[in-house]
Nanobody, 121 residues
Framework: QVQVVESGGGLVQPGGSLTLSCQAS????????MGWYRQTPGKPRELVAT???????NYGDSVLGRFTISKYNDGNKMNLQMITLRPEDTAVYYC???????????????WGKGTLVTVSA
């Protein structure tokens, strides 16, 4: 089994900063990419940022220049540094990982349970 666990959400004032972390663990043979998505009630889940095993990064337009995704050397843990936060960044942030378990025949997508980020004065 593979587990994806987020941490670091909370309440922050507009203009403030926050860092989210995500750890993937379990019977993984390969981890191809990790990323963050966010969702607010009534809206579809949207891309925040992704990073591949090779270090290639991709960002959603609304966070470009304010958020930075990075991964640890072991590749199974990553951070999302968020600065200049806005009220519209308020959402549940979900960690995503794509990989393959030992002896598995195909790749899988794994999701965390989400962590709430609230940007409010």
């Amino acid at each position: 089994q593979v587990q994806v666990v987020e941490s670091g959400g909370g309440l922050v004032q507009p203009g403030g900063s926050l860092t989210l972390s995500c750890q993937a663990s379990g019977n993984l043979a390969m981890l191809y990419a990790m990323g963050w998505y966010r969702q607010t009630p009534g809206k579809p889940r949207e891309l925040v940022a992704t990073i591949t095993a090779g270090g290639d990064r991709n960002y959603g337009d609304s966070v470009l220049g304010r958020f930075t995704i990075s991964k640890y050397n072991d590749g199974n843990k990553m951070n999302l540094q968020m600065i200049t936060l806005r009220p519209e960044d308020t959402a549940v942030y979900y960690c995503h990982a794509r990989g393959r378990e030992v002896a598995a025949q195909s790749d899988m997508d794994y999701w965390g349970k989400g962590t709430l980020v609230t940007v409010s004065a």
